[in-house]
């Protein structure tokens, strides 16, 4: 087609440069990238005769600001209006650093159909009349992820801690109406699930239970009354929350489900903190190897009284009118944290479960559902192995998983063990509890600090990319819920007595709130000097609200911050009782991120080329998480930033991890031996140029880099949505290679349904698909783009192309698709 002169003049304003288009709207492989700064309020809008040309500004502020600006370089070229095709139409909603100000903001989405009734162009569009797309999402609205399940996605919530009570009520009235509307309202989150911890955890202010006497194995002191949970304002706070949700939502109910972090001292073995002739623990922290006084076989007096707790906290909280849908047996068992704590390993657990818990739960509570486990991906497969193939197995609903990596390095948090929710599926499938079992994410939260008082909006909004990349990984995979940790906590992260302070969607700031005369610390906060000054306490409100911390919530003294608005594009719109179809976002002509005749990568700097990052495949895509060089030592070796700006690099490891089963990155000093040294050998073969890449100092068998297909086949991905690469047989044709000296891709035709690419842990741009017979209509998509690149898309379900847009750098879309 020939671009029309106003076209042309948009395309040719100096202030807005545009890529070049040739005759038939391919980009020509000349263009020019152009480097611009983005900033809060940088991003603007063309809209001429239906034409939509996004694009950002150069932005100075008048005076600097405590937060500091996200400022990467990212590519400005014109780019196709949404359009929809056949009898779909669609609506857009947007999230974008681009635009942070602009939360969920609605997008022009065009029929091509006259019938649709909605602006139409004046003929009918092709997919490539401008240029051809970066990406199609590839999507069969007609198949299931997961076959034979039956249970759906049953929604996303929070933990009412007690943290978040006193800080829930250390506002308003209008504050705490506020965060009600928010987290359970219509025009919210929408939040269906809730949990409570059974007696204190690290999110309290102290340790307390509800019954200290010792010896008490009949529980006649437990307090029926709840007092602490009462005084605390968790009860009421609840209680409000499920007002909030029936009104909003059908009176309907919030799920609730109780989690312990340990038991009252008296029924703990002593720890390695207490005196060495002690008859039972001093104190709530900490944890023997074998929790319970006299263990858990069916003699145990300790462990059966502790069964009976449970009972006890479930027939005092629906005296309240809180009734509980499920209990977890015990947050992270594998962990004897420095708070509160009671460990258990498979076995131990499995003999609770089925001396003790399971029947007093089934004759006095037997329609409460019971999840094992509660703890991190990395084990999860094993936990579910051992308690479905045992005696326990007749009390176990389901198992709930946290997406806590493990270790040290939290921002690792999020990132690993995908491959194993895949095996948890087929665990599942093994067992023969595949249809009804429920996968629940049960915990998640960044830590340390919250993005508000660190005052880096990269940061904030890399912590919302993360949440969304976590959540639509988990769904793909067969996972039917997904809760955060905290509701709401304060500008620091707390309260939390062992000074744990973690990040959460919002926070309370009653001192920011219009007419306060609030401090701007609440008395129970006590690490007021933890991690430094409080950045966005020292920016105004319209300078928060600019980098998309909302001033109309500031005022009524709520920080919105990022991770909410990312959480609201899946919660708001994949309703209870959605579940999710089969999708994967694939390349179109050449590379989404790198377009035909440019041999570097796109995409942005890699943030995943880090020690502990899985490695995979995934459809290539031309960015730099799909970059790898063979260095001077023969080290396979990726690099980039985190999100701090720091510089990383990790290498390809010479063995493969015990508990994801796959090959992760890691060190590349030599000194320390964790690298693989590699070399690329020729494969005889008449037509391709394949290559094995075989380990130097590696095993003896099983030598080279090589595809491990997904268990549950792959869920909603396929298989070549994130695959694991092994280290495997050479002479199979999962271990042929091509590798491209000039772009860095390492590349692989393994798989039948099209080409994919050596990844580190996902790629930058991502999707779901779902049925939601319960939002805003039955067919429902997000797309999320990590990159800080913009990207083209067609949306293709089966063969028929239903919708052509663009997402901008960061940003996170949902689409909503009505026939």
Same mark, same amino acid.
């Given at each position: 087609?020939?671009?029309?002169?106003?076209?042309?003049?948009?395309?040719?304003?100096?202030?807005?440069?545009?890529?070049?288009?040739?005759?038939?709207?391919?980009?020509?492989?000349?263009?020019?990238?152009?480097?611009?700064?983005?900033?809060?309020?940088?991003?603007?809008?063309?809209?001429?005769?239906?034409?939509?040309?996004?694009?950002?500004?150069?932005?100075?502020?008048?005076?600097?600001?405590?937060?500091?600006?996200?400022?990467?370089?990212?590519?400005?070229?014109?780019?196709?209006?949404?359009?929809?095709?056949?009898?779909?139409?669609?609506?857009?909603?947007?999230?974008?650093?681009?635009?942070?100000?602009?939360?969920?903001?609605?997008?022009?989405?065009?029929?091509?159909?006259?019938?649709?009734?909605?602006?139409?162009?004046?003929?009918?569009?092709?997919?490539?009349?401008?240029?051809?797309?970066?990406?199609?999402?590839?999507?069969?609205?007609?198949?299931?992820?997961?076959?034979?399940?039956?249970?759906?996605?049953?929604?996303?919530?929070?933990?009412?801690?007690?943290?978040?009570?006193?800080?829930?009520?250390?506002?308003?009235?209008?504050?705490?109406?506020?965060?009600?509307?928010?987290?359970?309202?219509?025009?919210?989150?929408?939040?269906?699930?809730?949990?409570?911890?059974?007696?204190?955890?690290?999110?309290?202010?102290?340790?307390?239970?509800?019954?200290?006497?010792?010896?008490?194995?009949?529980?006649?002191?437990?307090?029926?009354?709840?007092?602490?949970?009462?005084?605390?304002?968790?009860?009421?706070?609840?209680?409000?929350?499920?007002?909030?949700?029936?009104?909003?939502?059908?009176?309907?109910?919030?799920?609730?489900?109780?989690?312990?972090?340990?038991?009252?001292?008296?029924?703990?073995?002593?720890?390695?903190?207490?005196?060495?002739?002690?008859?039972?623990?001093?104190?709530?922290?900490?944890?023997?190897?074998?929790?319970?006084?006299?263990?858990?076989?069916?003699?145990?007096?300790?462990?059966?009284?502790?069964?009976?707790?449970?009972?006890?906290?479930?027939?005092?909280?629906?005296?309240?009118?809180?009734?509980?849908?499920?209990?977890?047996?015990?947050?992270?068992?594998?962990?004897?944290?420095?708070?509160?704590?009671?460990?258990?390993?498979?076995?131990?657990?499995?003999?609770?479960?089925?001396?003790?818990?399971?029947?007093?739960?089934?004759?006095?509570?037997?329609?409460?559902?019971?999840?094992?486990?509660?703890?991190?991906?990395?084990?999860?497969?094993?936990?579910?192995?051992?308690?479905?193939?045992?005696?326990?197995?007749?009390?176990?609903?389901?198992?709930?998983?946290?997406?806590?990596?493990?270790?040290?390095?939290? $921002?690792? =948090?999020?990132?690993? #063990?995908?491959?194993?929710?895949?095996?948890?599926?087929?665990? &599942? *499938? +093994?067992? %023969?509890?595949?249809?009804?079992?429920?996968?629940?994410?049960?915990?998640?939260?960044?830590?340390?600090?919250?993005?508000?008082?660190?005052?880096?909006?990269?940061?904030?909004?890399?912590?919302?990319?993360?949440?969304?990349?976590?959540? $639509?990984? =988990?769904?793909?995979? #067969?996972?039917?819920?997904?809760?955060?940790?905290?509701?709401? &906590? *304060? +500008?620091? %992260?707390?309260?939390?007595?062992?000074?744990?302070?973690?990040?959460?969607?919002?926070?309370?700031?009653?001192?920011?709130?219009?007419?306060?005369?609030?401090?701007?610390?609440?008395?129970?906060?006590?690490?007021?000097?933890?991690?430094?000054?409080?950045?966005?306490?020292?920016?105004?409100?319209?300078?928060?609200?600019?980098?998309?911390?909302?001033?109309?919530?500031?005022?009524?003294?709520?920080?919105?911050?990022?991770?909410?608005?990312?959480?609201?594009?899946?919660?708001?719109?994949?309703?209870?009782?959605?579940?999710?179809?089969?999708?994967?976002?694939?390349?179109?002509?050449?590379?989404?991120?790198?377009?035909?005749?440019?041999?570097?990568?796109?995409?942005?700097?890699?943030?995943?080329?880090?020690?502990?990052?899985?490695?995979?495949?995934?459809?290539?895509?031309?960015?730099?998480?799909?970059?790898?060089?063979?260095?001077?030592?023969?080290?396979?070796?990726?690099?980039?930033?985190?999100?701090?700006?720091?510089?990383?690099?990790?290498?390809?490891?010479?063995?493969?991890?015990?508990?994801?089963?796959?090959?992760?990155?890691?060190?590349?000093?030599?000194?320390?031996?964790?690298?693989?040294?590699?070399?690329?050998?020729?494969?005889?073969?008449?037509?391709?140029?394949?290559?094995?890449?075989?380990?130097?100092?590696?095993?003896?068998?099983?030598?080279?880099?090589?595809?491990?297909?997904?268990?549950?086949?792959?869920?909603?991905?396929?298989?070549?949505?994130?695959?694991?690469?092994?280290?495997?047989?050479?002479?199979?044709?999962?271990?042929?290679?091509?590798?491209?000296?000039?772009?860095?891709?390492?590349?692989?035709?393994?798989?039948?349904?099209?080409?994919?690419?050596?990844?580190?842990?996902?790629?930058?741009?991502?999707?779901?698909?779902?049925?939601?017979?319960?939002?805003?209509?039955?067919?429902?998509?997000?797309?999320?783009?990590?990159?800080?690149?913009?990207?083209?898309?067609?949306?293709?379900?089966?063969?028929?192309?239903?919708?052509?847009?663009?997402?901008?750098?960061?940003?996170?879309?949902?689409?909503?698709?009505?026939?």
């Amino acid at each position: 087609m020939t671009v029309s002169s106003l076209e042309q003049s948009v395309m040719n304003n100096e202030s807005s440069p545009l890529v070049s288009l040739s005759s038939n709207g391919v980009k020509s492989p000349k263009a020019k990238r152009s480097s611009v700064r983005l900033v809060a309020a940088g991003a603007a809008c063309f809209i001429c005769i239906g034409l939509v040309v996004q694009g950002v500004l150069h932005h100075s502020a008048k005076k600097p600001v405590p937060i500091t600006q996200q400022e990467p370089v990212v590519e400005q070229i014109y780019r196709p209006y949404c359009e929809s095709y056949g009898r779909t139409t669609a609506r857009i909603i947007q999230t974008s650093l681009t635009q942070p100000s602009q939360q969920w903001n609605p997008l022009p989405c065009y029929s091509t159909n006259p019938e649709n009734g909605l602006f139409t162009r004046p003929k009918k569009a092709v997919v490539d009349e401008y240029q051809v797309p970066d990406a199609v999402l590839q999507v069969d609205f007609d198949t299931f992820a997961i076959e034979n399940r039956s249970v759906k996605i049953l929604g996303f919530g929070g933990a009412f801690t007690e943290a978040a009570a006193l800080n829930y009520h250390s506002l308003s009235k209008v504050g705490r109406d506020t965060v009600m509307e928010l987290f359970f309202g219509k025009s919210g989150l929408g939040y269906s699930i809730g949990r409570v911890h059974i007696n204190s955890c690290d999110f309290s202010v102290k340790s307390y239970n509800f019954d200290n006497t010792d010896g008490d194995f009949e529980l006649h002191d437990f307090d029926m009354n709840l007092t602490h949970d009462v005084q605390s304002g968790m009860v009421d706070m609840m209680q409000n929350a499920q007002h909030t949700y029936a009104k909003a939502w059908n009176n309907e109910s919030i799920k609730m489900y109780a989690s312990p972090w340990s038991p009252p001292p008296w029924m703990k073995a002593p720890t390695p903190d207490d005196p060495k002739d002690a008859l039972h623990a001093e104190n709530m922290t900490n944890s023997a190897k074998v929790c319970l006084r006299d263990g858990v076989g069916p003699d145990s007096k300790y462990a059966q009284v502790w069964a009976l707790y449970f009972s006890k906290f479930i027939t005092a909280y629906a005296k309240k009118g809180i009734p509980m849908w499920a209990i977890t047996i015990q947050n992270e068992p594998e962990f004897a944290a420095p708070w509160e704590a009671c460990a258990y390993k498979t076995n131990t657990e499995r003999d609770f479960l089925a001396n003790h818990l399971g029947p007093q739960l089934r004759k006095s509570h037997p329609d409460l559902k019971i999840f094992i486990f509660d703890h991190n991906k990395d084990h999860a497969p094993t936990w579910i192995r051992a308690l479905l193939n045992s005696s326990a197995a007749e009390y176990v609903d389901g198992t709930a998983i946290h997406w806590y990596a493990g270790g040290m390095d939290r $921002l690792l =948090d999020g990132t690993v #063990g995908a491959p194993n929710m895949h095996r948890v599926l087929s665990e &599942l *499938d +093994a067992a %023969g509890h595949m249809e009804e079992h429920i996968i629940l994410g049960s915990e998640a939260c960044h830590c340390p600090y919250t993005g508000y008082a660190g005052g880096d909006i990269k940061v904030a909004w890399a912590r919302a990319e993360r949440y969304a990349h976590s959540i $639509l990984s =988990d769904l793909a995979a #067969g996972s039917n819920a997904w809760v955060e940790w905290n509701l709401i &906590l *304060d +500008a620091k %992260g707390g309260p939390n007595h062992l000074g744990n302070l973690c990040d959460t969607t919002l926070l309370a700031v009653p001192d920011r709130a219009l007419n306060s005369t609030e401090p701007q610390f609440q008395p129970f906060e006590k690490n007021t000097e933890k991690f430094g000054r409080v950045v966005g306490s020292e920016s105004t409100p319209e300078e928060l609200n600019a980098l998309g911390f909302p001033a109309k919530f500031l005022n009524a003294g709520v920080v919105v911050q990022p991770m909410y608005y990312y959480m609201g594009h899946i919660s708001r719109h994949v309703r209870p009782g959605s579940t999710a179809v089969k999708g994967l976002v694939d390349s179109g002509a050449g590379r989404t991120f790198r377009p035909p005749g440019q041999a570097f990568a796109g995409g942005g700097i890699n943030d995943l080329a880090r020690n502990g990052i899985e490695l995979t495949v995934w459809p290539c895509e031309g960015s730099t998480r799909q970059v790898f060089k063979l260095n001077k030592h023969e080290q396979l070796e990726v690099s980039g930033h985190d999100w701090l700006g720091k510089p990383t690099k990790s290498c390809i490891g010479k063995s493969m991890d015990p508990s994801f089963k796959g090959l992760l990155l890691g060190i590349c000093n030599r000194t320390m031996d964790k690298a693989g040294e590699y070399e690329v050998v020729p494969v005889a073969n008449d037509t391709v140029d394949y290559v094995n890449i075989r380990i130097k100092n590696g095993p003896k068998r099983h030598k080279c880099l090589a595809i491990q297909e997904l268990k549950n086949g792959g869920g909603a991905y396929g298989l070549r949505g994130g695959s694991q690469v092994v280290l495997g047989n050479c002479s199979d044709s999962s271990a042929q290679w091509t590798i491209s000296h000039e772009t860095g891709e390492i590349s692989s035709l393994y798989f039948e349904e099209g080409e994919v690419c050596m990844t580190t842990g996902w790629p930058f741009l991502q999707m779901g698909a779902f049925l939601t017979p319960n939002g805003d209509t039955d067919r429902t998509m997000v797309i999320l783009n990590e990159a800080a690149e913009g990207a083209n898309y067609i949306i293709r379900n089966k063969q028929d192309i239903i919708l052509t847009g663009v997402i901008p750098a960061h940003s996170i879309q949902t689409v909503i698709l009505d026939n």
